[in-house]
């Protein structure tokens, strides 16, 4: 029998005990549904895609259900790195040979019309989650530093560009304040913010548009026809239209999507606040970092001044035991000051993969469609996706088509053999990493 990914990990219907959970206001519970509903659309997960996509349905006037197995932005999208920025997973290089130069151009230029799109909702539904500015990409070799100032040179003069900038070693020991990193780029059109406030402030804007919410309700079945039909253990919700916007806690929902999105797991962990000085010594100016490895680590400082890092190795659906000792491992080895720090709040998360690490965008059926596989990349790009994919159940699908017309392969194995092919590539990732 295969492992609940929903509820591997997590108690049902409560947020985990991150530090994200612990500094928000969250919405009183909403029902489970119950009984025979009918909905416009029904859409299935309430993260960041699903919210989104709730939320600009309701405005255009569409009758909505959304549904979630736990609570409002329960998985990734409360638990992430909160690093916002555009462009792809991958770089427009290898987006270039991919699909070409024009359809790479079109789909960075949506890549920042989605930081637009989370800096706007921000501000319309005057949201509490702090937005600040600055992404900073750290290069761990020497052999990196080259290959990222030719790639911010090419985005300045191709792209038009002009946010990003090189940064040399000495600056960049300066602005991250570690030996550790010998250069990268500094984009000032990215930022940072406390990505489970984000959520839940979507999650009013949903209420207040007349979204009819449902939390602690897993879908059990998603049936064809027009109109298609979600089960849950307690309700049937006919719709016209059904997104499936559960990104990592899909599950066997769909097996077409699931053969091409893979959930893995991350882990964060935050200190004790430390002092002005200590804090801006290890980020000086309060940017995200995220660094060269294929195995990340990305860190930023919170509101009060806590180190918040994410990082480490572990495979398999079940979190390791003892979070905090796999992050302190990597969070030292970038900042040894830190090493006898307290840690007060672990946790993990499960995010969702691809092949090419290119969202999956698809049309299930003509009346289901799906959005997921954000690939550690999701926060402005699902909020994005939502949108599309409201635009695209308005019939107007250019946008999501462009995405679900970049082909995403079927992980090799099926979902049988593709957790252990992973755990084999990952492990030869970090060794080289290390190497």
């Known amino acids: 029998m295969a492992l609940d990914i929903l509820n591997a990990n997590d108690r049902q219907g409560e947020y985990p005990t991150s530090y994200y959970a612990a500094t928000s206001t969250h919405l009183p519970a909403m029902l489970a549904a119950a009984g025979a509903l009918r909905a416009d659309v029904c859409v299935v997960g309430a993260g960041y895609t699903g919210l989104s996509a709730a939320l600009h349905l309701a405005q255009a006037g569409f009758d909505v259900v959304l549904l979630d197995a736990h609570r409002v932005g329960f998985g ?15 770089g427009q290089d290898d987006l270039e040979n991919m699909v070409g130069k024009d359809r790479a151009r079109a789909l960075w230029d949506l890549s920042q019309d989605s930081v637009s799109l989370v800096r706007s909702l921000i501000n319309n539904h005057d949201m509490d ?3 600040t500015p600055g992404v900073i990409e750290a290069d761990h070799r020497v052999r990196d530093v080259s290959h990222t100032h030719a790639y911010v040179d090419k985005l300045n003069s191709e792209y038009g560009y002009d946010k990003v900038r090189a940064v040399h070693r000495d600056e960049m020991r300066d602005l991250v304040g570690s030996p550790a990193y010998h250069g990268g780029s500094l984009d000032m059109g990215g930022g940072h913010l406390h990505p489970l406030r984000y959520a839940l402030g979507l999650a009013r804007a949903c209420v207040d548009a007349g979204v009819r919410v449902f939390e602690n309700t897993k879908v059990l079945d ?14 049937v919700i ?3 239209h059904v997104l499936l916007a559960c990104n990592g806690y899909l599950g066997e929902l769909n097996g077409g999507v699931a053969a091409r999105v893979m959930p893995i797991n991350n882990f964060i962990v935050a200190t004790q606040p ?30 009060d001044r806590r180190m918040l890092f994410g990082g480490g190795e572990s495979y398999g659906y079940k979190f390791p035991s003892d979070i905090a000792a796999l992050v302190r491992k990597p969070m030292t080895q970038i900042y040894p000051q830190l090493r006898d720090v307290k840690i007060d709040y672990a946790w993990g998360g499960t995010l969702g993969i691809t092949m090419n690490r290119m969202p999956h965008f698809a049309r ?3 009346n289901i469609l799906s959005a997921s596989g954000y690939s550690g990349h999701g926060v402005a790009m699902a909020t994005l996706a939502g949108k599309l ?14 995405f679900a017309d970049v082909a995403t392969k079927r992980f090799p194995g099926g979902m049988t053999l593709r957790t252990p092919l992973l755990v084999a590539a990952m492990l030869w990732y970090a060794m080289r990493d290390r190497f």
């Open 238 to 240: 006919s719709a016209n």
């Open 129 to 131: 989650c702090g937005w």
């Open 389 to 402: 994919a409201a635009q695209a159940v308005q019939g107007q699908a250019e946008k999501f088509d462009l």
């Open 76 to 90: 990734a999208s409360g638990r992430n790195g909160g690093q916002v920025s555009g462009g792809q997973r991958i």
């Open 364 to 366: 299930v059926t003509g």
């Open 274 to 303: 430390l002092d002005e000085a200590t804090a801006r010594g290890l980020i000086r100016d309060n940017h995200a970092v995220a660094d060269s490895k294929f195995v990340i680590n990305y860190f930023r400082l919170s509101e």
């Open 222 to 235: 998603v049936k064809q026809g027009d109109p298609a039909q979600v089960i849950t253990s307690g309700a």
